[in-house]
């Protein structure tokens, strides 16, 4: 199952690679809507699964929407850089945004252990993708006032839930069988 999320990955990447080249807004806007989706699919699992009485945790209920929650200030902080500006890039994220949610859908269902592994090879990659664009572009990114979005989160925003979603990163916590 690690060999076809692998290539799943894989393919993924290569096409935002191919379809992005040299467009990095575009491209963070597209990975930052992608970022989501995952928190979505668990939230929509667990859920259903409270609503049948198969299996309640809290914990991971407020874990994946604090999580949602980073996500969706990273879509508007690419939003606000003009990540969005084109309809063709707010297509395709929009509709690889759907077909990703009912894949991580069904694997949760299926293989909870692998949505998340899923997942983490996604992150991963975003997070290379932004070390190596923060490291060419470090001294322009830095004379740069930050988005006024970024500063409303990170600096006033809702820190309760940050924090919240912060201290969860560092504990483990039980996967749904």
């Known amino acids: 199952m690690k060999v076809l999320i692998q290539a799943i990955v894989s393919f993924f990447v290569f096409i935002v690679d191919f379809v992005y080249g040299n467009r990095s807004y575009p491209r963070f ?22 609503t049948l009485g198969y299996w309640r945790k809290a914990d991971l209920l407020k874990l994946h929407f604090a999580e949602s929650w980073n996500e969706l200030h990273h879509l508007l902080i690419m939003e606000s850089l003009g990540g969005d500006r084109y309809w063709i890039d707010r297509f395709v994220a929009q509709h690889v945004a759907v077909a990703y949610y009912w894949v991580v859908v069904l694997i949760y269902m299926l293989f909870p252990k692998y949505a998340y592994y899923l997942m983490e090879l996604i992150e991963g990659h ?49 996967v749904p069988r």
């Open 29 to 50: 806007y597209v990975l930052e809507t992608i970022a989501r989706v995952p928190y979505f699919s668990y939230l929509s699992v667990l859920h259903l699964y409270e």
């Open 126 to 174: 975003a997070y290379h993708t932004y070390d190596d664009y923060l490291k060419a572009h470090e001294t322009e990114l830095k004379a740069q006032r930050a988005p006024q979005v970024a500063i409303n989160f990170y600096r006033d925003g809702d820190s309760i839930c940050l924090m919240k979603f912060r201290l969860h990163q560092t504990m483990n916590f039980a």
